[in-house]
């Protein structure tokens, strides 16, 4: 008969079972064995054999407390305390088919924009008992591909992706391995499986329309490169040209920057968008920390907030609503998309259909001093 696998209870031969007693009967001796061979890790088996009990008690004692005495419970555990003892996810998972594992990949693991949604994702998650490994994948000359390979190749209960655009071989690789997958921060009629997010393009028209009724007309973008930020700038400068905003100065200026972004950029890009337009009465940012960067520089040339310049970020993070002025941007439900994209996996681990594959959590503009 094949190896029992670590850390789980499974029927054994009766030959080397012990008897039905020995269920919570600290007495019961397990089987000797010749020492272990050196260099090997710590078993269950030593284990076992430090607290006085059978293999198959131990294993009990671990995964299911209830079935063993307080006293056999006591044991097992100051034994695993004593050695050290991890045990065998993989081998648990293999026979359950369950990894209680579930991997989430983010662009940037530094991106304060992300930290909301990862932080419920793995609250919501242990919850349920799961833990959650987290990936980096990158903006520009992105790694996703060979991270999802890895990925799959671990067999995941779920895996939590960033934005839609996968390669194609990235989601041929995905939809055959079965495993239940969520993309968030982005939304589309045509998932892989399972969807939690927001339009880009929604985001920069009403930003546009904001500024408009506030009665700004000279207005540019600073933003990042990556491609959800280069959807919502587009949307903007286009629901710009319709509103007739920029009118007889040509297309809105953007001046791009690579992601992550950060406070130094946002400064150099008002900077630079000054000097090819002095009279810009808003800008639009692709992230409140270049908004903040905008902020700083215009105020270093004595640039009046909101008086003269308008400005907008995309975030709400947490330092927005403490600045001076404080900052008007765009706030994303990061909570709500995690617990949606949790609730998603636990159901699907667990069988449950999911019956609405994709929500829309839409945005909100919170209007402060800034703009």
Known sequence: MAPMPEHR???????????????????????????????GGITLRDVAQLAGVAPITASRALNTPSAV?????????????????????????LASNKSRLVAVVVPTVI???????????????????????????????????????????????????????????????????????????????TPIDMLVGFSHEAIGREVARYLHARGRRKVAVVGGRDERSQRRMNAFAQECAALGMQKGRGEVPMHHVVAPTTLGQGRQGLAELLQAQPDLDAIFCSSDLLALGVMIEAQSRGIAIPGQLAVVGFGDLE?????????????????????????????????????????DVGFSIVARDSA
């Open 9 to 39: 209870a499974f029927p054994v031969d009766p030959s080397s079972d012990p008897s039905p007693k020995s269920r919570d009967d600290d007495s019961a001796e397990p089987r000797r064995r010749g020492p272990r061979k050196s260099g």
């Open 69 to 93: 005495s307080p006293k056999v419970l006591q044991k097992v555990r100051e034994a695993v305390e004593k050695t050290g003892y991890v045990p065998n996810l993989l081998a648990g998972g």
């Open 111 to 189: 991106g304060p924009v992300f930290q909301e949604i990862v932080h419920t994702l793995t609250e919501t998650l242990a919850a349920a008992g799961y833990q959650v490994m987290l990936g980096q994948s990158g903006y520009e000359n992105s790694r996703e591909d060979a991270l999802l390979e890895a990925i799959i190749g671990r067999r995941p209960d779920g895996v939590v992706l960033t934005g839609i655009m996968r390669s194609a071989e990235a989601r041929k690789r995905l939809l055959a391995s079965g495993i239940p997958v969520v993309e968030t921060w982005d939304l589309t009629p």
């Open 319 to 359: 330092f927005s609503r403490d600045l001076q002025p404080r900052l008007t941007t765009v706030r994303i439900d990061g909570t709500g998309i995690g617990q949606r994209a949790a609730r998603f996996i636990i159901d699907r681990a667990s069988g449950i259909e999911v019956r609405e594959r994709i929500v």
